[in-house]
Protein backbone atom coordinates (compact mmCIF):
# COMPACT_ATOMS: atom_id res chain seq x y z
CA UNK A 1 0.00 0.00 0.00
CA UNK A 2 2.65 2.48 1.21
CA UNK A 3 4.32 1.62 -2.36
CA UNK A 4 1.49 2.51 -4.31
CA UNK A 5 1.17 5.71 -2.11
CA UNK A 6 4.47 6.81 -3.05
CA UNK A 7 4.06 5.96 -6.90
CA UNK A 8 1.11 8.57 -7.26
CA UNK A 9 3.25 10.92 -5.27
CA UNK A 10 6.01 10.76 -7.25
CA UNK A 11 5.53 8.30 -10.15
CA UNK A 12 3.72 11.06 -11.98
CA UNK A 13 6.32 13.84 -11.43
CA UNK A 14 7.58 13.48 -15.02
CA UNK A 15 11.51 14.51 -16.30
CA UNK A 16 11.49 17.13 -18.67
CA UNK A 17 13.78 17.44 -21.81
CA UNK A 18 15.90 19.98 -20.12
CA UNK A 19 16.46 17.75 -17.47
CA UNK A 20 18.46 14.86 -19.60
CA UNK A 21 20.00 18.13 -21.57
CA UNK A 22 23.58 17.82 -20.14
CA UNK A 23 25.33 16.85 -22.92
CA UNK A 24 23.60 19.41 -25.54
CA UNK A 25 21.54 22.79 -24.49
CA UNK A 26 17.64 21.90 -25.66
CA UNK A 27 16.48 25.24 -26.64
CA UNK A 28 13.27 26.92 -28.14
CA UNK A 29 12.48 29.81 -30.09
CA UNK A 30 9.81 31.96 -27.93
CA UNK A 31 7.74 34.72 -28.39
CA UNK A 32 7.02 37.26 -25.55
CA UNK A 33 3.58 37.86 -26.43
CA UNK A 34 2.93 34.39 -25.58
CA UNK A 35 3.82 34.44 -21.90
CA UNK A 36 -0.10 35.70 -21.36
CA UNK A 37 -0.63 31.89 -22.33
CA UNK A 38 -0.15 30.34 -19.32
CA UNK A 39 0.52 26.95 -20.34
CA UNK A 40 3.18 28.29 -22.99
CA UNK A 41 5.11 30.04 -20.22
CA UNK A 42 4.83 26.96 -17.91
CA UNK A 43 6.40 24.15 -20.99
CA UNK A 44 8.61 26.55 -21.91
CA UNK A 45 10.31 26.78 -18.39
CA UNK A 46 9.89 23.50 -17.48
CA UNK A 47 11.24 21.99 -20.75
CA UNK A 48 14.10 24.00 -21.93
CA UNK A 49 17.81 25.83 -20.96
CA UNK A 50 18.17 27.60 -23.91
CA UNK A 51 15.71 30.52 -25.64
CA UNK A 52 16.01 32.24 -28.92
CA UNK A 53 13.41 35.38 -29.50
CA UNK A 54 11.55 34.90 -32.45
CA UNK A 55 11.60 38.67 -34.02
CA UNK A 56 12.14 40.64 -31.07
CA UNK A 57 15.68 41.25 -31.60
CA UNK A 58 15.38 41.88 -35.61
CA UNK A 59 15.95 45.14 -36.72
CA UNK A 60 12.87 46.24 -37.92
CA UNK A 61 11.45 45.49 -34.12
CA UNK A 62 14.33 46.76 -32.14
CA UNK A 63 15.13 49.58 -34.07
CA UNK A 64 12.05 51.07 -36.45
CA UNK A 65 13.73 54.30 -36.45
CA UNK A 66 17.17 55.84 -36.19
CA UNK A 67 18.77 55.49 -33.05
CA UNK A 68 14.69 54.92 -31.25
CA UNK A 69 15.00 51.31 -29.78
CA UNK A 70 12.25 49.20 -28.45
CA UNK A 71 14.63 46.65 -26.18
CA UNK A 72 11.35 46.04 -23.92
CA UNK A 73 10.21 42.74 -25.50
CA UNK A 74 13.35 41.47 -26.05
CA UNK A 75 14.34 42.55 -22.78
CA UNK A 76 11.17 40.19 -21.34
CA UNK A 77 12.36 37.29 -22.95
CA UNK A 78 16.20 37.78 -21.86
CA UNK A 79 14.42 37.99 -18.01
CA UNK A 80 12.73 34.98 -18.32
CA UNK A 81 15.35 33.30 -19.08
CA UNK A 82 17.23 34.75 -16.67
CA UNK A 83 14.40 33.66 -14.05
CA UNK A 84 14.56 30.06 -15.56
CA UNK A 85 18.03 29.35 -15.54
CA UNK A 86 18.46 29.86 -19.44
CA UNK A 87 20.90 30.71 -22.07
CA UNK A 88 19.95 33.03 -24.73
CA UNK A 89 20.78 33.00 -28.36
CA UNK A 90 20.58 36.27 -30.20
CA UNK A 91 19.03 36.30 -33.44
CA UNK A 92 19.32 38.21 -35.57
CA UNK A 93 22.22 41.32 -36.02
CA UNK A 94 22.32 41.60 -40.05
CA UNK A 95 19.68 39.93 -42.29
CA UNK A 96 17.67 40.91 -45.60
CA UNK A 97 14.25 40.87 -44.07
CA UNK A 98 13.22 42.91 -41.50
CA UNK A 99 15.08 45.56 -42.70
CA UNK A 100 13.61 49.00 -41.53
CA UNK A 101 12.41 51.48 -44.32
CA UNK A 102 15.17 54.34 -43.06
CA UNK A 103 17.43 51.72 -43.45
CA UNK A 104 16.66 50.47 -46.95
CA UNK A 105 17.14 53.83 -48.43
CA UNK A 106 20.69 54.08 -47.38
CA UNK A 107 23.67 53.09 -49.66
CA UNK A 108 27.73 53.58 -49.02
CA UNK A 109 29.52 54.98 -46.08
CA UNK A 110 25.70 56.06 -44.71
CA UNK A 111 24.37 52.24 -44.66
CA UNK A 112 27.94 51.11 -43.60
CA UNK A 113 28.04 53.54 -40.61
CA UNK A 114 24.46 52.68 -39.13
CA UNK A 115 25.42 49.09 -40.10
CA UNK A 116 27.95 48.88 -37.61
CA UNK A 117 26.56 51.02 -35.23
CA UNK A 118 23.31 48.59 -34.82
CA UNK A 119 25.31 45.91 -34.21
CA UNK A 120 27.29 48.17 -31.49
CA UNK A 121 24.64 49.58 -29.73
CA UNK A 122 22.46 46.42 -29.35
CA UNK A 123 24.93 44.05 -28.51
CA UNK A 124 26.26 46.17 -26.39
CA UNK A 125 22.88 46.50 -24.34
CA UNK A 126 22.80 42.87 -24.06
CA UNK A 127 26.53 42.21 -23.12
CA UNK A 128 26.76 39.49 -20.89
CA UNK A 129 23.09 38.16 -21.13
CA UNK A 130 23.51 36.51 -24.68
CA UNK A 131 25.46 33.50 -24.91
CA UNK A 132 25.54 33.57 -28.89
CA UNK A 133 24.49 35.82 -31.54
CA UNK A 134 23.67 34.82 -35.22
CA UNK A 135 25.63 37.82 -36.72
CA UNK A 136 24.44 37.23 -40.65
CA UNK A 137 21.37 35.42 -41.11
CA UNK A 138 20.84 33.52 -45.04
CA UNK A 139 23.19 35.45 -46.66
CA UNK A 140 23.70 32.67 -49.07
CA UNK A 141 21.17 31.91 -52.08
CA UNK A 142 19.98 28.35 -52.96
CA UNK A 143 22.92 27.80 -55.59
CA UNK A 144 26.11 28.69 -53.34
CA UNK A 145 26.70 32.44 -54.49
CA UNK A 146 26.13 35.29 -52.15
CA UNK A 147 22.37 36.42 -51.70
CA UNK A 148 21.84 40.02 -53.28
CA UNK A 149 20.97 42.12 -50.87
CA UNK A 150 21.26 45.80 -49.52
CA UNK A 151 24.64 44.33 -48.11
CA UNK A 152 26.23 42.37 -50.52
CA UNK A 153 24.89 45.03 -53.54
CA UNK A 154 26.55 47.90 -51.40
CA UNK A 155 29.73 46.42 -49.94
CA UNK A 156 30.01 42.82 -51.77
CA UNK A 157 31.72 40.60 -49.06
CA UNK A 158 33.38 43.09 -46.78
CA UNK A 159 30.56 43.49 -44.30
CA UNK A 160 31.03 39.94 -43.49
CA UNK A 161 33.94 40.72 -41.42
CA UNK A 162 32.43 44.05 -40.43
CA UNK A 163 29.61 42.53 -38.71
CA UNK A 164 31.31 40.24 -36.75
CA UNK A 165 34.37 42.67 -35.74
CA UNK A 166 32.14 44.78 -34.72
CA UNK A 167 30.03 42.30 -32.47
CA UNK A 168 33.15 40.83 -31.18
CA UNK A 169 34.55 44.86 -30.14
CA UNK A 170 31.12 45.19 -28.09
CA UNK A 171 30.74 42.11 -26.62
CA UNK A 172 34.10 39.44 -26.38
CA UNK A 173 32.63 37.06 -24.53
CA UNK A 174 29.77 36.37 -27.00
CA UNK A 175 29.89 33.38 -29.55
CA UNK A 176 29.21 34.71 -32.71
CA UNK A 177 27.64 32.88 -35.54
CA UNK A 178 26.46 32.63 -39.27
CA UNK A 179 22.97 30.90 -39.33
CA UNK A 180 21.30 29.62 -42.78
CA UNK A 181 18.69 27.02 -44.18
CA UNK A 182 19.11 24.49 -46.19
CA UNK A 183 23.01 23.76 -45.31
CA UNK A 184 22.64 20.39 -43.96
CA UNK A 185 22.50 18.55 -47.32
CA UNK A 186 25.84 17.93 -49.44
CA UNK A 187 25.16 20.71 -51.81
CA UNK A 188 26.20 24.22 -53.18
CA UNK A 189 24.99 25.81 -50.13
CA UNK A 190 26.90 23.98 -47.97
CA UNK A 191 29.71 23.83 -49.69
CA UNK A 192 29.85 27.63 -50.27
CA UNK A 193 29.05 28.05 -46.41
CA UNK A 194 31.73 25.47 -45.41
CA UNK A 195 34.16 27.47 -47.67
CA UNK A 196 33.45 30.97 -46.85
CA UNK A 197 33.81 29.67 -43.12
CA UNK A 198 37.17 28.55 -43.78
CA UNK A 199 38.23 31.57 -45.60
CA UNK A 200 36.95 33.97 -42.45
CA UNK A 201 38.87 31.36 -40.08
CA UNK A 202 42.23 31.99 -42.09
CA UNK A 203 41.83 35.94 -42.12
CA UNK A 204 41.19 35.87 -38.02
CA UNK A 205 37.71 37.10 -38.20
CA UNK A 206 36.28 36.33 -35.04
CA UNK A 207 33.56 33.61 -36.14
CA UNK A 208 32.65 30.74 -33.39
CA UNK A 209 30.02 29.24 -34.90
CA UNK A 210 27.93 27.99 -37.58
CA UNK A 211 23.67 27.37 -37.14
CA UNK A 212 22.28 25.09 -39.45
CA UNK A 213 18.21 25.99 -39.11
CA UNK A 214 17.03 22.60 -40.21
CA UNK A 215 13.83 23.64 -41.02
CA UNK A 216 12.71 19.98 -42.34
CA UNK A 217 10.39 17.03 -43.63
CA UNK A 218 10.05 13.71 -42.89
CA UNK A 219 11.82 12.00 -45.42
CA UNK A 220 14.18 14.31 -46.16
CA UNK A 221 16.64 14.47 -43.11
CA UNK A 222 19.89 13.98 -45.09
CA UNK A 223 21.65 10.47 -43.67
CA UNK A 224 25.22 12.43 -43.86
CA UNK A 225 24.19 15.09 -41.67
CA UNK A 226 26.47 13.96 -38.90
CA UNK A 227 29.03 14.23 -41.40
CA UNK A 228 28.84 17.67 -42.44
CA UNK A 229 28.61 18.56 -38.48
CA UNK A 230 31.91 17.28 -38.29
CA UNK A 231 33.31 18.59 -41.22
CA UNK A 232 32.30 22.45 -39.85
CA UNK A 233 33.55 21.24 -36.71
CA UNK A 234 36.85 20.45 -38.09
CA UNK A 235 37.35 24.13 -39.38
CA UNK A 236 37.08 25.50 -35.27
CA UNK A 237 34.01 26.32 -34.93
CA UNK A 238 30.97 24.83 -32.95
CA UNK A 239 27.69 23.90 -34.89
CA UNK A 240 24.21 23.82 -33.31
CA UNK A 241 21.02 23.37 -34.59
CA UNK A 242 18.86 26.56 -34.75
CA UNK A 243 15.69 26.42 -36.32
CA UNK A 244 14.18 22.90 -35.89
CA UNK A 245 11.12 21.92 -36.98
CA UNK A 246 9.35 18.95 -39.34
CA UNK A 247 6.74 18.95 -41.42
CA UNK A 248 4.60 15.85 -41.81
CA UNK A 249 5.02 15.97 -45.32
CA UNK A 250 1.90 13.68 -45.94
CA UNK A 251 3.54 11.00 -42.97
CA UNK A 252 2.83 9.98 -39.41
CA UNK A 253 3.87 11.25 -36.20
CA UNK A 254 5.45 8.23 -35.84
CA UNK A 255 7.49 8.75 -38.74
CA UNK A 256 7.96 12.50 -37.57
CA UNK A 257 9.23 11.37 -34.77
CA UNK A 258 12.01 9.35 -36.03
CA UNK A 259 13.23 12.35 -37.69
CA UNK A 260 13.06 14.25 -34.64
CA UNK A 261 15.29 11.59 -33.39
CA UNK A 262 17.61 11.56 -36.15
CA UNK A 263 18.56 15.27 -35.93
CA UNK A 264 18.96 14.94 -32.06
CA UNK A 265 21.04 11.88 -32.44
CA UNK A 266 23.33 13.63 -35.20
CA UNK A 267 23.77 16.25 -33.11
CA UNK A 268 24.32 14.70 -29.76
CA UNK A 269 26.99 12.26 -31.55
CA UNK A 270 29.08 15.44 -32.89
CA UNK A 271 31.65 16.90 -30.63
CA UNK A 272 31.41 20.25 -30.66
CA UNK A 273 27.32 20.56 -31.92
CA UNK A 274 26.65 22.48 -28.64
CA UNK A 275 22.58 22.43 -29.05
CA UNK A 276 19.47 21.98 -30.69
CA UNK A 277 16.95 24.51 -31.00
CA UNK A 278 12.90 24.24 -32.41
CA UNK A 279 11.43 27.11 -33.96
CA UNK A 280 8.64 26.84 -32.01
CA UNK A 281 7.79 24.24 -29.57
CA UNK A 282 4.32 23.88 -30.19
CA UNK A 283 1.80 23.74 -33.12
CA UNK A 284 -0.31 25.98 -32.25
CA UNK A 285 1.87 29.03 -32.66
CA UNK A 286 4.37 27.95 -35.28
CA UNK A 287 4.88 29.71 -38.61
CA UNK A 288 3.84 26.90 -40.18
CA UNK A 289 1.26 25.63 -38.55
CA UNK A 290 -0.97 23.65 -40.18
CA UNK A 291 2.56 21.33 -40.71
CA UNK A 292 2.42 20.42 -37.30
CA UNK A 293 5.96 20.56 -37.24
CA UNK A 294 6.61 20.78 -33.57
CA UNK A 295 6.56 18.77 -30.31
CA UNK A 296 3.94 19.41 -29.11
CA UNK A 297 0.51 19.96 -30.45
CA UNK A 298 -1.77 23.19 -30.33
CA UNK A 299 -3.62 21.23 -27.35
CA UNK A 300 -0.17 21.75 -25.58
CA UNK A 301 -0.07 17.83 -25.30
CA UNK A 302 3.76 16.26 -25.74
CA UNK A 303 3.57 14.43 -28.75
CA UNK A 304 5.81 10.93 -29.16
CA UNK A 305 8.75 12.71 -30.24
CA UNK A 306 9.52 14.17 -26.83
CA UNK A 307 9.66 11.06 -24.88
CA UNK A 308 12.15 9.76 -28.02
CA UNK A 309 14.18 13.06 -27.60
CA UNK A 310 14.53 12.19 -23.98
CA UNK A 311 15.97 9.22 -24.70
CA UNK A 312 18.34 10.32 -26.94
CA UNK A 313 19.73 13.13 -25.04
CA UNK A 314 20.20 10.34 -22.00
Not at 159 to 173: L, N
Not at 227 to 251: C, H, M, P, Y
Amino acid sequence: MKLIVLFALFGSIAAHLRDHANKIYIGSALAPSHFTDAQYSTIAAEEFNSLTPENEMKWANVEPSKGKYNYGPAEKLVEFAQQYDMIVRGHTLIWHQEVPDWVSVLSGDDLHEVMIDHITTLVTHFKGSIYAWDVLNEILDEDGSFRKTIWYNNFQTQYIADAFEAAAAADPDAKLYINDYSTEYSNNKSEALYNLVKELKSQGVPIHGVGFQTHSSVGKVPSDFASTLKKFTALGVEVAITELDIRLNGQSEDAQTEAFVEVVKDCVSVSGCVGVTFWEFIDKYSWISEETPCPWDSNYQAKPAVAAIEAVLE
